[in-house]
């Protein structure tokens, strides 16, 4: 992605990338709206806000430590995804911000493309167990803006050779990157028990 939606990559397609990731940006939190507001409503179908904060709270902490000792490869329990990606055709067949709005929306609604993290699941845990379409709703634009924002980091790309070094570096920060997700989970689960206490 971070490659097909550069400047580069945009320039070479006769595209504008500012309209193109602006597109992105924004479908990317209608989508974690979406996905955010739906479970949250589900939530208060099922009643989840009539259930006492601590076990609501003991199920974040719990979901976390798992998710954590998965992303970390603590354990040999898979995360569940499917192998879909976004079409890359749409790069030659729509306009940028066509495409931006479709690749943004379906990562933004967080299930329907490869799910690489457990936060993803966390964070659609967490939208249900709020029992609340407007509190899950938030939940899902958080997050889908978080899972935007590293495009933003090609915005300074106007090589192929600055291109190239972008993703030498990204490779580079690949682990400590999941090491910090790693670490975020066991911080979160940590605050849903003192919460909890």
């Given at each position: 992605m971070l490659a097909s939606i550069s400047p580069v990559g945009e320039a070479s397609r006769h595209q504008r990338w500012s309209i193109t990731v602006s597109a992105y940006l924004l479908a990317s939190a209608v989508g974690g709206v979406l996905i955010g507001g739906l479970l949250g409503g589900l939530g208060s179908l099922l009643g989840v806000?009539?259930?006492?904060?601590?076990?609501?709270?003991?199920?974040?902490?719990?979901?976390?430590?798992?998710?954590?000792?998965?992303?970390?490869?603590?354990?040999?329990?898979?995360?569940?995804?499917?192998?879909?990606?976004?079409?890359?055709?749409?790069?030659?067949?729509?306009?940028?911000?066509?495409?931006?709005?479709?690749?943004?929306?379906?990562?933004?609604?967080a299930v329907v493309t490869i799910v690489t993290s457990a936060v993803t699941y966390?964070?659609?845990?967490?939208?249900?167990?709020?029992?609340s379409v407007q509190a899950g709703a938030a939940i899902g634009a958080t997050f889908g803006i978080v899972r935007a924002l590293p495009l933003l980091l090609t915005?300074?790309?106007?090589?192929?050779?600055?291109?190239?070094?972008?993703?030498?570096?990204?490779?580079?920060?690949?682990?400590?990157?999941?090491?910090?997700?790693?670490?975020?989970?066991?911080?979160?689960?940590?605050?849903?028990?003192?919460?909890?206490?």
């Amino acid at each position: 992605m971070l490659a097909s939606i550069s400047p580069v990559g945009e320039a070479s397609r006769h595209q504008r990338w500012s309209i193109t990731v602006s597109a992105y940006l924004l479908a990317s939190a209608v989508g974690g709206v979406l996905i955010g507001g739906l479970l949250g409503g589900l939530g208060s179908l099922l009643g989840v806000a009539a259930l006492p904060a601590d076990w609501l709270l003991a199920v974040i902490a719990l979901a976390s430590v798992l998710g954590a000792a998965i992303d970390a490869g603590w354990t040999k329990v898979q995360l569940p995804s499917w192998r879909r990606q976004v079409d890359e055709r749409w790069l030659t067949t729509y306009r940028g911000w066509v495409y931006g709005a479709g690749y943004g929306l379906q990562l933004g609604i967080a299930v329907v493309t490869i799910v690489t993290s457990a936060v993803t699941y966390a964070a659609l845990l967490a939208a249900l167990l709020v029992g609340s379409v407007q509190a899950g709703a938030a939940i899902g634009a958080t997050f889908g803006i978080v899972r935007a924002l590293p495009l933003l980091l090609t915005a300074p790309v106007r090589s192929p050779q600055r291109l190239q070094r972008l993703h030498v570096g990204l490779a580079t920060a690949a682990r400590p990157v999941a090491q910090v997700t790693v670490a975020a989970q066991l911080g979160a689960a940590a605050l849903a028990v003192m919460l909890g206490v």
